[in-house]
């Protein structure tokens, strides 16, 4: 009788960008931006080309890739949120990875729970190094150790300037709050992206200089604010001409779209495409540009303390960004693939296939059970697949899930334009099989049904084409199903009645 396999138990090198597009990687199709070592790890590790987010906003999607669960099962459904509650039954990958021995640290942003007053309430995530830095509004002294970090290097004002304004929301009490926003003058050295990089190097050194008989796998999670809408420096701005940019996405018929949407349901609009969204476009890829320098600089430091052949590297994003697709901008409760169609790169010279783009869907709630496997953990529960089967080569990489889905429950906190309620509340599902695209914003009669293989940018909507009616109820249907076996299953089963 054959014995199971033992767990790997390799390093974890776990890089996070924020609002990061699939679309934004050369060896992946984009010839347009320069990531050298973005396609480094794709030469040497496993694409998966049709990775999706749990939900296009921040909270809702890191609290489900690190449980390996949709954000309706964990309550994890708000951005703003007072404390991530799933975590007592369901707890975090790295907790339960630190439980079995591993060292965890982390850099940048966690943001399963609110960040508005600081540094957000922490569950037991598992976390020994907790090097917190999420956005450059929260100021300084309320737990963003990167700003504190810039005033302690004198260099503060250097980086960001300070703005007052009014606002009923300021997280530190009464009126007046004061906005920082980042200088374009910004030296790269200071940046958010590079303070992340360094926190990830140094752990990564500490690690290796221990005596061996102290070592102990470990994981590394390098969560970087851009290319959120902050800024990148100048220098990398300008190394993309906007005009030399593709333009976004965009039909005259998609304003009639939103137009049907607009007073329903929440999300940015910037109307009819024209210069702001190509320069806005440049910065976008100039911060990319400095986040690949970065991930370079840190596959430089596995490669030099020797630990890069026991080490795997993922790279993803936790949602994306409209770049003003189809009239929209930022993020909000749409489902257009620039907004939850994300990278996702697994990176482990000779244990797992190299040069691979896995062509299967896939959601970045299989990075939790993935890990599980490697580790030798096994998850409390979880609604995502592993991914190493397609990784090591013992799997058809073109299958894996038959649909993918992503979740938009009340997510944003935000003030309804005037003349309509007090604020918006918008609920609404996606559902994605192999071909069809489904989009349902509840309690409207409107919604999207694309076809992908003949409309990939998501043009034509087919929701009411009478010749689509029956393709739409069965996908209805399909998608109702999906939503119910998500419901969360409430406290552990313990007997019949």
């Keep these: 009788m054959n014995e199971p396999a033992k767990p790997l138990r390799p390093n974890i090198l776990w890089i996070c960008t924020d609002h990061q597009r699939w679309d934004t990687i050369r060896a992946l199709g984009n010839e347009h931006i320069n990531t050298p070592n973005l396609d480094r790890l794709c030469s ?52 339960l990875l630190a439980d079995s021995g591993y060292d965890c640290g982390l850099s940048g942003k966690l943001h399963i729970a609110s960040a508005w007053k600081g540094q957000e309430k922490r569950v037991d995530d598992g976390y020994r190094v907790f090097d917190y830095s999420h956005s450059h509004a929260q100021g300084r002294g309320v737990g963003n150790q990167y700003l504190d970090w810039l005033e302690e290097q004198g260099v503060f004002d250097e980086v960001f300037e300070g703005h007052e304004i009014e606002t009923g929301g300021n997280p530190l009490g009464g009126k007046a709050h004061r906005r920082y926003s980042m200088r374009r003058s910004c030296p790269a050295r200071y940046h958010q992206t590079t303070w992340c990089a360094d926190r990830a190097i140094d752990f990564m050194r500490g690690a290796a200089s221990r005596h061996p008989s102290e070592r102990r796998p470990w994981l590394f999670s390098v969560n970087i604010f851009d290319p959120h809408s902050a800024y990148a420096p100048l220098e990398y701005e300008n190394r993309y001409d906007p005009s030399q940019l593709p333009p976004p996405l965009f039909r005259e018929t998609d304003l009639a779209v939103q137009e049907r949407l607009r007073s329903h349901v929440y999300q940015n609009y910037s109307g009819e495409p024209g210069e702001r969204q190509q320069r806005f476009k440049a ?215």
Aim: with cysteine; glycine share 10%.
């Design 44 to 95: 040497e590790g496993v694409a998966f080309t049709k990775a999706y987010s749990q939900c296009p906003i921040c909270t809702p999607s890191r609290s489900s890739f690190l449980t390996g669960l949709y954000p309706s099962t964990i309550h994890g459904n708000v951005n703003g949120n007072e404390y991530f509650e799933g975590a007592d039954r369901f707890p975090l990958i790295t907790k």
């Design 283 to 497: 910065t976008f890829y100039g911060m990319i540009e400095l986040i690949d320098e970065n991930i370079g600089r840190m596959l430089d430091a596995l490669e030099e303390t020797g630990q890069r052949e026991n080490t795997l590297v993922i790279a993803t994003s936790d949602h994306g960004d409209s770049l003003g697709d189809h009239g929209l901008s930022a993020k909000g409760c749409r489902f257009y693939e620039g907004l939850v169609h994300v990278p996702l790169i697994l990176s482990w010279p000779g244990q797992l296939q190299q040069g691979l783009q896995a062509d299967c869907l896939a959601e970045l709630n299989d990075i939790a059970p993935t890990l599980g496997e490697l580790a030798g953990v096994e998850l409390p529960m979880t609604q995502g697949l592993s991914l190493l089967p397609i990784a090591t080569g013992a799997a058809d990489p073109n299958r894996l899930h038959d649909y993918v889905r992503s979740e938009f429950y009340d997510t944003l906190d935000m003030d309804f334009p005037k003349g309509g309620p007090d604020r918006w509340q918008s609920y609404a599902t996606m559902y994605r099989d192999e071909r069809y695209k489904l989009v349902v914003y509840h309690g409207n009669e409107y919604g999207e049904l694309y076809d992908l293989d003949e409309d990939p940018d998501e043009f034509d909507n087919l929701w009411e084409q009478s010749d689509h009616a029956a393709i739409k109820s069965d996908l209805l249907k399909r998608s109702f199903d999906a939503t119910v076996q998500a419901t969360d299953p409430g406290p552990r089963r313990i007997g019949r009645y």
